[in-house]
C-alpha cells in the first residue's frame, strides 16, 4: 500500500517522464577525460565522517582507491535531511551549492538516515518528489553528470538517534523505484554490509574499517556498475 501511494504520488508528479535516456552499463573512464573526474558526494554525517579521524570518511578512502585520474569530494553535513519540510534540509546548506559548483562528472547521493526520524518521516509522501528534484538539480548541471543513487546503509538494531531500520526498509523502496523510473545509477550500500554490525559501532555511523568497505562498494559502482547486482543507469560521456 505505501509504495503503490508513493507510485501514484510520483506519476502525478511527472517523475516517470524525466531524464528518460536509454540504460547502459558502462563505467565512468578517466581515459575519456581531460581532467580527473570530479566526484561529488552529498550526504550527512555518514558521509561526512562523524567520529572518524580526517580522511577517514568514505569519500578520502574512496579517493585513494581510485588515484589520482579521479577527484572526489567530500559534500556531507551532518544531522541534514533530503526532505525539504525535514527539521535541517540539506537544501538550505552552503554545501549543496558548492556541490553544484564543483560542475561534478558523477554525483553519488546517501542521504535518508535523518529522514528516518519520526518527527521526520512523517513527511514520507513528499520523499520521492523531494528526492527526485535533488537529482534534477544535479542532471541539469552543465556538466551533466551522472548521478549514483545509494540504498542507504544498514542500521542494526534498535538504531540509533530516532534513525531505524523499518524506515529505511520503505525509502530502498522508494530509491529503487526512482532509480528505474528515472534511468539512475543504484549503488547498494545496503546488502553488502547488513551482516556486518561490527562496522556500525553506535548502530548508525560506520567505524574507520566501515568508511572503508562503503568505499568499495562506491568505487565498484563507479568503475564497474555491472558488477555489483543493480541495473546501471544513464551513462553520460564526461567531459
Known amino acids: 500500500m505505501f509504495m503503490k501511494k508513493i507510485v501514484r504520488l510520483s506519476l502525478a ?18 581515459k575519456e577525460c581531460s581532467h580527473p573526474i570530479r566526484v561529488a558526494c552529498v550526504g550527512d554525517s555518514i558521509t561526512y565522517g562523524i567520529r572518524l579521524r580526517r580522511g577517514l570518511d568514505y569519500p578520502a578512502q574512496l579517493q585513494k582507491l581510485l588515484g589520482t585520474n579521479w577527484d572526489v569530494r567530500n559534500f556531507g553535513v551532518s544531522g541534514r535531511t533530503l526532505l525539504r519540510h525535514g527539521d535541517l534540509p540539506y537544501w538550505r546548506e552552503k554545501t549543496f551549492t558548492n556541490a553544484q559548483a564543483f560542475q561534478p562528472d558523477a554525483v553519488v547521493i546517501l542521504l535518508g538516515a535523518n529522514d528516518s526520524k519520526p518527527h521526520n518521516w512523517k513527511y514520507h509522501a513528499e520523499f520521492a ?22 540504498r542507504p546503509t544498514p542500521v542494526p538494531e534498535p538504531g540509533n538517534y530516532g534513525i531505524n531500520e523499518a524506515t529505511e526498509q520503505q525509502q530502498i523502496n522508494i530509491i529503487d523505484y526512482l532509480a528505474d523510473t528515472m534511468n539512475l545509477d543504484k549503488v547498494d550500500l545496503y546488502a ?34 555491472g558488477l555489483i547486482g543493480e541495473t546501471p543507469g544513464v551513462h553520460h560521456t564526461v567531459c
Not at 517522464?17 to 552499463?25: E, K, W
Open 192 to 225: 553488502p554490509l547488513k551482516d556486518r554490525p561490527q562496522l556500525f559501532p553506535d548502530r548508525v555511523h560506520p567505524n574507520a574499517e566501515g568508511a572503508v568497505a562503503m568505499a568499495k562498494v562506491v568505487e565498484q559502482g563507479l568503475t564497474s556498475p
Open 13 to 30: 508528479a511527472g517523475l516517470i517522464a524525466t531524464g528518460a535516456v536509454a540504460a547502459s552499463a558502462q563505467p565512468l573512464n578517466p
Open 129 to 150: 518528489g523531494d528526492y527526485a528534484d535533488m537529482v534534477n538539480v544535479f542532471r541539469h548541471l552543465a556538466s551533466q553528470p551522472r548521478i549514483f543513487v545509494c
